[in-house]
């Protein structure tokens, strides 16, 4: 494709002649260059000035190119005629290059006031409204196509699904404007359209994919977006981890702001952290100084917080876990997974777990945990977690998180025994290195730990193999170079989304 091409431009008046308002709409496709780009519309009206309304980018297209919209409207005022019949071109500037769409050089395009909708030849269905997702509470998909008058469609049909094909709906789709039989003519490049729409009812779908059949007398034409059908999701669930250091970092108050920072900026949806820390107060605690109450005041609007302790940390503090959630906790609970209850030592180790009604998703279980090493009691400790994990395992819970500081690197005896238990696997690794983690977890190749040698992570997203989840990407935080260190340890942000 050209790397700019209009499909669609709208020139509506609406309303009596001394209140009517003009409306320009256009719709354009430009090739995914890189960003940066600035896409707009140069047009005049019959007063022959001309001027420039931007665009904004809705959505990608099936074939990696963009749609991008631009809109303006003019009510009519005292002494201030409508722009009337218009003449325009479209422009993309990419890095100090310009590209065109002037109609192939022609006297430009132009389209007379109150035609109503028209598009180029470039494609036969035009999506009007295209989106790049679904909202978090959207309960109807409104859809609404521009197709070529010439196929003289006579009827359209939305096919769709809302899990990858296994089951199919069919929408017939209602004709707003245009007649059914073929209409000739247009002008300066543009030709004249039906409007088709047609409204999904996709309840509490996570995704939604569909295609369009158009049927005339003639033929049948489906617009299945460049053999990739349409596709829309719902923004994924993100889990952030991160070992806090236990008060021990220098500029602590500004590594809260950061962290607290990070997390409305990234959207995370579950935060899971370790080390968090209060003052010791004769072991009563001080919930003002908790690190985790600090963090979550911090955020724009606060998460659901549950956090407790299990030993004395540093001589001076109460160290514990918590998990912090966008979304209510249903059912929330601690325990010690470790031989040891003693406040008093470090060996002492509780985990909090958290059920949380993820919309969308249903319902999945979070555990916040902080093992200790192996030879102090990590085999015993994860044992004990697992059990627990899995005895509040039902048929309505979606996925189980194991999420925190597990103190055993990739690879070692400690992460062999959660190879072996078959049981929980890293997702980490399932995002980022797909064919080790078939490896390792489902072919469990006996060469596999070579693999890892120069992996020191510590710190997992352990998700029970039953899980009705996916990881679909993992990335490192809090580094030098994205969000600063903020601890001993970096963070890890995990995107899931259904199967």
Same mark, same amino acid.
């Given at each position: 494709?050209?790397?700019?091409?209009?499909?669609?431009?709208?020139?509506?008046?609406?309303?009596?002649? +001394?209140?009517?308002?003009?409306?320009?709409?256009?719709?354009?496709?430009?090739?995914?260059?890189?960003?940066?780009?600035?896409?707009?519309?140069?047009?005049?009206?019959?007063?022959?000035?001309?001027?420039?309304?931007?665009?904004?980018?809705?959505?990608?297209?099936? @074939?990696?190119?963009?749609?991008?919209?631009?809109? !303006?409207?003019?009510?009519?005022?005292?002494? +201030?005629?409508?722009?009337?019949?218009?003449?325009?071109?479209?422009?993309?500037?990419?890095?100090?290059?310009?590209?065109?769409?002037?109609?192939? &050089?022609?006297?430009?395009?132009?389209?007379?006031? $109150?035609?109503? &909708?028209?598009?180029? &030849?470039?494609?036969?269905?035009?999506?009007?409204?295209?989106?790049?997702?679904?909202?978090? +509470? #959207?309960?109807?998909?409104?859809?609404?196509?521009?197709?070529?008058?010439?196929? %003289?469609?006579?009827?359209?049909?939305?096919?769709?699904?809302?899990?990858?094909?296994?089951?199919?709906?069919?929408?017939?789709?209602?004709?707003?404007? $245009?007649?059914?039989?073929?209409?000739? $003519?247009?002008?300066?490049?543009?030709?004249?359209?039906? /409007?088709?729409?047609?409204?999904?009812?996709?309840?509490?779908?996570?995704?939604? #994919?569909?295609?369009?059949?158009?049927?005339?007398?003639? #033929?049948?034409?489906?617009?299945?977006?460049?053999?990739?059908?349409?596709?829309?999701?719902?923004?994924?669930?993100?889990?952030?981890?991160?070992?806090?250091?236990?008060? *021990?970092?220098?500029?602590?108050?500004?590594?809260?702001? #950061?962290? %607290?920072?990070?997390?409305?900026?990234?959207?995370?949806?579950?935060?899971?952290? *370790?080390?968090?820390?209060?003052?010791?107060?004769?072991?009563?605690?001080?919930?003002?100084?908790?690190?985790?109450?600090?963090?979550?005041?911090?955020?724009?609007?606060?998460?659901?917080?549950?956090?407790?302790?299990?030993?004395?940390?540093?001589?001076?503090?109460?160290?514990?876990?918590?998990?912090?959630?966008?979304?209510?906790?249903?059912?929330?609970?601690?325990?010690?997974?470790?031989?040891?209850?003693?406040?008093?030592?470090?060996?002492?180790?509780?985990?909090?777990?958290?059920?949380? @009604?993820?919309?969308?998703?249903?319902?999945?279980?979070?555990?916040?945990?902080? /093992?200790?090493?192996?030879?102090?009691?990590?085999?015993?400790?994860?044992?004990?977690?697992?059990?627990?994990?899995?005895?509040?395992? &039902?048929?309505?819970?979606?996925?189980?998180? /194991?999420?925190?500081?597990?103190?055993?690197?990739?690879?070692?005896?400690?992460?062999?025994? !959660?190879?072996?238990?078959?049981?929980?696997?890293?997702?980490?690794?399932?995002?980022?290195?797909?064919?080790?983690?078939?490896?390792?977890?489902?072919?469990?190749?006996?060469?596999?730990?070579?693999?890892?040698?120069?992996?020191?992570?510590?710190?997992?997203?352990?998700?029970?193999?039953?899980?009705?989840?996916?990881?679909?990407?993992?990335?490192?935080?809090?580094?030098?170079?994205?969000?600063?260190?903020?601890?001993?340890?970096?963070?890890?942000?995990?995107?899931?989304?259904?199967?």
């Amino acid at each position: 494709m050209d790397n700019i091409q209009l499909l669609y431009v709208a020139n509506t008046v609406s309303g009596k002649a +001394a209140a009517s308002t003009q409306t320009l709409q256009f719709l354009i496709r430009v090739a995914n260059l890189g960003y940066g780009k600035t896409v707009e519309v140069h047009w005049a009206g019959e007063d022959g000035v001309w001027r420039r309304v931007l665009a904004d980018y809705c959505a990608s297209a099936g @074939d990696g190119s963009e749609y991008w919209r631009a809109e !303006v409207a003019f009510p009519r005022q005292a002494r +201030a005629e409508l722009p009337g019949d218009i003449h325009f071109v479209a422009r993309l500037e990419h890095e100090g290059c310009e590209y065109w769409d002037n109609n192939d &050089g022609c006297l430009d395009y132009f389209c007379a006031a $109150g035609s109503g &909708g028209r598009m180029t &030849g470039v494609m036969p269905v035009v999506p009007l409204n295209p989106m790049q997702g679904l909202g978090p +509470a #959207q309960r109807n998909v409104p859809l609404k196509f521009a197709v070529n008058a010439a196929l %003289a469609a006579e009827k359209v049909t939305v096919h769709w699904t809302q899990d990858d094909w296994r089951h199919v709906h069919k929408t017939s789709c209602r004709l707003q404007s $245009g007649k059914r039989s073929a209409t000739h $003519g247009g002008y300066a490049g543009l030709h004249p359209v039906q /409007l088709w729409s047609a409204n999904l009812k996709v309840e509490g779908a996570f995704r939604l #994919q569909y295609s369009i059949c158009c049927e005339s007398g003639e #033929q049948t034409l489906w617009d299945n977006n460049a053999g990739r059908n349409y596709r829309l999701s719902r923004a994924p669930l993100k889990v952030l981890i991160l070992n806090l250091h236990c008060y *021990q970092e220098d500029d602590q108050d500004r590594k809260f702001w #950061q962290i %607290a920072k990070a997390v409305d900026e990234l959207q995370a949806d579950v935060v899971c952290l *370790q080390e968090v820390a209060e003052h010791w107060n004769d072991g009563s605690g001080d919930w003002a100084s908790n690190s985790a109450n600090i963090i979550n005041r911090r955020l724009k609007k606060p998460f659901h917080l549950y956090s407790d302790w299990s030993h004395l940390g540093f001589d001076k503090y109460r160290e514990g876990v918590a998990i912090l959630s966008r979304y209510p906790i249903e059912r929330q609970e601690a325990r010690y997974v470790s031989d040891s209850s003693d406040a008093y030592s470090i060996h002492s180790r509780k985990v909090v777990a958290a059920c949380i @009604d993820v919309p969308c998703i249903g319902p999945i279980d979070v555990f916040s945990a902080h /093992l200790s090493w192996w030879d102090d009691g990590f085999p015993e400790q994860f044992q004990r977690l697992s059990d627990w994990a899995d005895s509040r395992r &039902g048929g309505e819970v979606a996925a189980t998180l /194991l999420c925190g500081d597990f103190n055993i690197a990739a690879g070692s005896l400690g992460y062999r025994l !959660v190879v072996d238990g078959h049981r929980y696997e890293d997702q980490y690794l399932a995002a980022n290195a797909p064919a080790l983690f078939q490896q390792i977890f489902r072919v469990d190749d006996a060469h596999w730990r070579d693999q890892l040698a120069d992996d020191y992570r510590i710190d997992y997203v352990f998700m029970n193999k039953d899980s009705g989840l996916r990881a679909t990407s993992a990335r490192v935080l809090f580094t030098e170079q994205d969000y600063g260190r903020v601890s001993d340890h970096c963070g890890y942000l995990l995107e899931f989304e259904p199967l």
